[in-house]
């Protein structure tokens, strides 16, 4: 079966880096992705990652994953605080009838 | 504007009293589907469609129905709801042409059952 974990509370500084964390059980799922969601907000499709790659960058967001163990990691780079809300990795393994969701992280970014 | 718009968006009801969700999307995409996020526990999908008159059952269908009649609308019908469905409920839609298989979501429906 498939099942996407994440931790579900992270707390960084204004200014410094943050990383998100997600495992996967998965080896088929083709596509990866990051979606964010704002609060009193539906989802929003972040970023994503074909299953071929290592390593995605997009301005201050950096993908990494890692196929062998299954995990999948978000960086932002200069964390603002427009940047807090909550950060979900899902899983597509070829049909969009399987998108797999993790549980979701809620970042926070102090002053 | 291209969109993916519930309604309600805030409902409280009582236990057994039928209600409707109604999701619209105006991107004519093929694939629409129904979640619900709870906390701890991510995103669930309840039912999905492919295309019009055709829906399967996700990973949470008890307690749920769905029709899809036309491409645009893909309602969701609690028929008794009863507390356990007390929820926040998003609709999705996507398209079989899409490069990335990007869900668009609606902005949510949260449904408290007393």
């Known amino acids: 079966g498939e099942d996407v974990e994440q931790s579900l509370f992270l707390s960084v500084r204004e200014g410094d880096s943050s990383v998100i964390n997600c495992t996967y059980t998965?080896?088929?799922?083709?596509?990866l992705y990051w979606y964010k969601q704002e609060p009193g907000a539906g989802l929003q499709l972040l970023t994503y990652?074909?299953?071929?790659?290592d390593m995605k960058q997009d301005q201050r967001l950096t993908v990494l994953l890692n196929k062998k163990d299954k995990h999948l990691s978000l960086r932002i780079a200069d964390t603002q605080t427009g940047d807090s809300a909550i950060y979900f990795c899902?899983?597509?393994?070829?049909?969009?009838?399987?998108?797999?969701f993790g549980t979701g992280t809620r970042l926070q970014v102090t002053l | 504007e291209a969109q993916v718009t519930q309604n309600p968006r805030y409902l409280i009801t009582v236990t057994g009293k039928k209600l409707t969700v109604t999701c619209s999307q105006n991107?004519?995409?093929?694939?629409m589907s129904w979640y619900r996020q709870d906390p701890g526990l991510g995103l669930r999908q309840i039912y999905y469609?492919?295309?019009?008159?055709?829906?399967d059952k996700g990973d949470v269908p008890e307690g749920y129905k769905v029709s899809r009649k036309e491409k645009r609308n893909f309602p969701l019908i609690l028929e008794s709801p009863s507390p356990n469905q007390t929820s926040l409920y998003f609709c999705?839609?996507?398209?079989?042409?899409?490069?990335?298989?990007?869900?668009?979501f609606g902005e949510g429906s949260r449904l408290t059952v007393l």
């Open positions: 469609s492919m295309n019009v008159e055709v829906t």
């Open positions: 899902a899983e597509h393994t070829g049909t969009a009838s399987k998108l797999t």
């Open positions: 999705a839609s996507s398209t079989w042409d899409s490069d990335t298989g990007e869900l668009f």
């Open positions: 998965d080896s088929s799922s083709t596509y």
């Open positions: 991107m004519n995409h093929e694939y």
């Open positions: 990652i074909f299953s071929n790659m």
